[in-house]
């Protein structure tokens, strides 16, 4: 049955069937009003079932489109040119943006997991400012969506980062740029905090909806560069007796999420939680929400513990090699280990 | 299959009456026709005027139009050794695993846990398709992760001529390689089915091969749960796919993930119902040792199963 292929309700799709309606190509020279007649809805409704199978049989039409016909395709030869200039959020370590290639990078889907307490919230608020520097700086000059499900979202904490990441700009254009006397645009630590959205979200239905309105609240606020949604497993761990339909939730916000990424040109990263997993006779951590899961972002990184630093292990990249870099969570936010002098980041 | 409305007009003997009869008996389509018990309609046609025996001669007419020619097995023969011959994948461990590479009107599926290397052997593969033969490559994309910068490294590592040599050559290539980024099953399907139809009409636009990384996190949304349509849905794009690689001599390649199966291993997803769909399933495992992962073979037509090479990628 060629119209169980169509995205209808289960209501109409039956009624479609049991009218004789089973092929595409019968619905293509069928009036509305006929249609409605027949499976006994409204003339709205036959309208919408017509205009989703014209979509289908159009799109079949054939056009004189070229040599390199399908719709909707690109070629790589364009998008290598799009990839080469595509800018990336710093992480304000250094060793860790040289492990992802200068940092986190739009259009892409990064999921981030590790342990309590290894930083991942940290990260996340520095991003957050980060994703603000100016384009002077080397920054894309954009605006954060914060998604928080814990309730870990500290406003103390990001005006602390976002005074020093204001600092360190201010350093950086009086070293490079001596003989400016006219300063660049000052940013204050309130306007970086004007520039984050915060969405509290409380349950996994609430989540579901804020992802789904997301597609809607950025094309109103175009400059959005960033969603950060700290964390993506909260909501889902507990409460859940159907291990299939939480896949099933799972994967339609990734892909909703991978959709954002690439329509609007965004980042987004996704922050993880762990879980034990009984592997070759011993337990070792592993991220949560299982093995569909894992498939869903383009790129993981792993923060672990090696002794009494932090890590992090680039895990999964279709274009970098697996590499691990480590980082420290100080007073004015993610730096690097070795800065014990106050270095300026070198962009 | 069309309803027998739209037949009347190049068939007049299947008019209103003979088509009242037909209802009333529950034939509405061509495809109720062929679902009907041949005796059953004979015994009820014994007693219906001669009109009536005139239109259901005209309906067995037109079911003969919807099977397949015959084919004897030396045409089918010819057919492979011409047509459905075996494309290099340009990873020398699936080329040996496989005895040659993919096979062109066959789909194969790559499956296997996070990072073990399935999306850089479709990327290698791409690449090595676009840069030896002169056809297009659809690349479907469903995880943001096509690159064209790892493409051009592919291709760099492999060729040997003078820099200027290269770098047209990599101009072409990428021009060749047309990715799509498809976020949900509907949207792979209208792709699909518009592929089909330029396929069928343009003389100029041979493709050799389509990759889509990956087919299983499209799937996975709409499997299970009580709508029941998923399955479905996945069988139709599974004989989809099937129909393009036979029918346009297209090699089909895709990616699965895997799921915790029975006692700590782990299965391949989409269930039981797949199995069947792929010709050839390879299973890659991941390995932490720079010696780089294992591949193995789960199923393939002809060859025996459970080879394991060695595998890198560069």
New interface residues.
């Given amino acids: ?2 119209v ?4 209808i309700s ?1 209501s109409q ?1 039956g009624k479609l069937i049991s009218s ?4 595409i ?2 619905l293509a ?1 069928v009036s509305a009003d006929r249609l409605a007649q027949d499976l006994k809805i409204s003339g709205n409704e036959a309208l919408e079932i017509l205009k989703i199978a014209s ?2 049989l159009h ?4 056009e004189a489109s070229g ?11 364009d ?2 040119h799009d ?2 200039s595509s800018l990336c959020i710093s992480t304000s370590c250094s060793e860790l943006d040289g492990v992802l290639g200068g940092g986190i990078r739009c ?3 990064t999921e981030i997991g590790g342990e309590p307490g290894i930083g991942k919230t940290q990260l996340g608020i520095q991003l957050a400012v980060n994703v603000q520097i100016p384009a002077e700086y080397g920054g894309i000059g954009g605006k954060a969506i914060y998604i928080d499900t814990e309730g870990s979202f500290m406003v103390e904490r990001v005006s602390q980062m976002a005074e020093a990441c204001a600092e360190d700009l201010i350093q950086y254009s009086n070293m490079l740029l001596k003989d400016n006397g006219s300063c660049q645009v000052k940013k204050q630590s309130r306007a970086f905090l004007d520039n984050i959205f915060h969405f509290r979200v409380c349950s996994y239905t609430e989540q579901i909806a804020l992802v789904n309105h997301l597609e809607h609240f950025i094309s109103e606020h175009k400059d959005v560069k960033i969603v950060i949604v700290d964390s993506i497993t909260f909501q889902f761990r507990d409460d859940f007796d159907d291990m ?2 939480r ?2 939730l799972l ?2 916000i ?3 999420l ?2 954002l ?2 329509k609007f040109n965004l980042a987004v990263v996704l922050l993880n939680q762990v879980t034990t997993k ?2 070759e006779g011993s337990f070792q951590f592993t991220l949560a929400l ?3 899961w ?5 790129n ?1 990184i792993i923060l672990y513990w090696n002794g009494k630093e932090r890590c992090a292990y680039l ?2 990249s ?2 970098l090699p ?1 590499a691990s870099a480590a980082y420290a969570v100080t007073g004015r936010g993610i730096r690097s280990l070795r800065s014990n002098c106050k270095r300026v980041r070198l962009m | ?3 027998l409305e ?1 037949l009347e007009r190049d068939y007049p003997f299947i008019d209103a009456a003979f088509r009242g009869f037909c209802s009333s008996i529950g034939i ?2 061509v ?1 109720d026709f062929l679902l009907y018990d041949r005796h059953v309609l004979e015994d009820r046609m014994e007693r219906a005027p001669e009109r009536f025996k005139q239109g259901l001669l005209e309906l067995y007419s037109v079911a003969e139009n919807y099977h397949r020619p015959w084919v004897n097995g030396l045409d089918l023969l010819k057919d492979v050794e011409q047509n459905k011959f075996l494309i290099s994948t340009g990873c020398e461990g699936i080329d040996t695993l496989l005895q040659g590479g993919f096979r062109i009107g066959q789909l194969t599926e790559l499956v296997g ?3 073990s290397g399935k ?2 052997v479709c ?1 290698k593969t791409a690449s090595h398709v676009a840069k030896e033969y002169p056809s ?1 490559v ?2 479907v994309d ?12 592919f291709l760099t590592q492999s060729s040997k001529p003078a820099k200027t040599e290269v770098k047209r050559t990599v ?1 072409q ?9 498809i ?2 099953i ?1 949207s792979l ?3 699909l ?6 396929l069928k ?2 003389i ?2 041979h493709v050799k091969m389509l990759i889509i990384d ?1 087919l ?3 799937i ?6 009580g ?3 998923g399955h ?2 996945m069988i ?1 794009v599974g004989y989809l796919l099937k129909e393009l690689a036979y029918e346009h001599n297209i090699s089909v390649v895709f990616t699965n ?4 199966g029975e006692a ?1 291993t ?1 299965k391949p ?1 989409l269930g039981e119902h797949w199995k069947s769909v792929p010709h050839v399933r390879i299973l890659f495992s991941k390995s932490h040792s720079p010696k780089g992962g294992c591949i193995s073979l789960l199923k393939h037509t002809y060859l025996a199963t459970g080879k394991v090479p060695e595998f890198r990628i560069p």
């Fill in positions: 049955m060629e169980s292929s169509l995205p289960a799709r004789g309606y089973t092929s190509s019968s020279s979509r289908r799109k079949g039409e054939t040599c390199l016909g399908t719709r909707g395709g690109r070629t790589a030869w998008m290598l990839e080469e259009k892409e889907v299939a339909r896949t099933r994967s339609t990734s892909l909703k991978m959709k990424a690439e009984y592997c299982g093995d569909s894992a498939h869903a972002c383009t993981r895990d999964k279709p274009h697996s | 299959m069309r309803t739209a509405f389509s495809e846990p996070p990072s999306t850089q990327l297009i659809i690349y469903t995880s943001n992760s096509f690159s064209p910068k790892r493409i051009v490294e101009e290539v990428l021009r060749s390689i047309v990715c799509h980024s976020f949900d509907f399907l209208d792709m089915h518009q592929l089909k139809n330029q009409s343009q100029h636009f990956s299983s996190s499209l996975a949304p709409i499997l299970g749960g709508a029941g349509n479905t849905i139709t993930h895997t799921v915790a700590g782990s997803a």
